[in-house]
């Protein structure tokens, strides 16, 4: 049997405290900080799970071993296990115990596609189209696109999952005779890996980044709850030369998703 913390002994020299039951980690409490218990907790095992030290489906074990193991107090311990709930990163499931979800995906501010980005990182992304026909082009898509309103584009919705849960909903307007959407290979790729495939060189985009609530559709077809944060994104795509070849406006889920990009002081 492991042997729960000496309290005096973590509180002046911050020992790594015994891993939960079944994982290998070393956390660390210091009682002399400032900074309560219960956060330090949620904080470390939220790093553990973005580095993939706690993968997705792995069990935390219940809160009462949890705590002895630690030398915590069960509602210490139970608060943080509440953060990372309310974070997504963990749920409670009867009968099974705390599991770990997944992490939040970072992706960086760069021209690239989700589907691309989410493989990288190893997440195994798969697609759902929801809609793919040849429509007369809407007003704002034909400003984005630089068409005249009424031509012909392709309207896509898609939805974006990792591990059967939804990330992010995708709505794309490809102008007419660009590229052939197959429905079938828009649910096995990503759209950008499509268009380099056809040729289509990627040179630049104009994008916005926005947030707002979940309406009830958007709630639903995310797996979040009404007025749940969304991020938005806005973006024109265009070709080496100079040619707009993809709008989209897309909704992603913000317990699961945030952009992230680096910042340079100009000389």
Sequence with gaps: MARVPDRRSARST????????????????????PVP?????????????????????????????????LGLSRPTVRQAIQTLVD???????????????????????????????LEKAGLSPTTRVRHNALEPASPEAAVALGIAEGSGVHRLERLRLTHGRPVAALRNYIPEGLL???????????????????????HSAR?????RSATAQEAALLDEPVGAALLTMRRTAYDDTGRAVEYGTHIYRAT????????LVRP
């Design 256 to 263: 699961r998703y945030a952009f992230e990009f680096q910042l």
């Design 14 to 33: 911050g020992v790594p405290s015994a891993p939960p039951e079944g994982l290998d980690l070393d956390l660390v409490l210091d009682r002399s900080s």
């Design 180 to 202: 052939d959407v197959d429905t079938v290979r828009l649910e096995s790729t990503g759209l950008y890996r499509m268009m380099r495939a056809a040729g289509i060189t990627l």
């Design 87 to 117: 974070k997504g990163l963990l749920v409670r499931r009867r009968g099974v115990g705390t599991q770990i979800v997944h992490s939040r995906f970072k992706r960086p501010l760069e021209l690239s596609s989700l589907y691309d980005d």
């Design 37 to 69: 218990l219960y956060y330090q907790l949620a904080r470390q095992l939220e790093t553990a799970i973005e580095h993939g030290a706690l993968a997705s489906g792995s069990l935390l074990g219940n809160e009462a071993k949890l705590a002895a193991r």
């Design 207 to 211: 994008q916005s980044v926005g947030a």
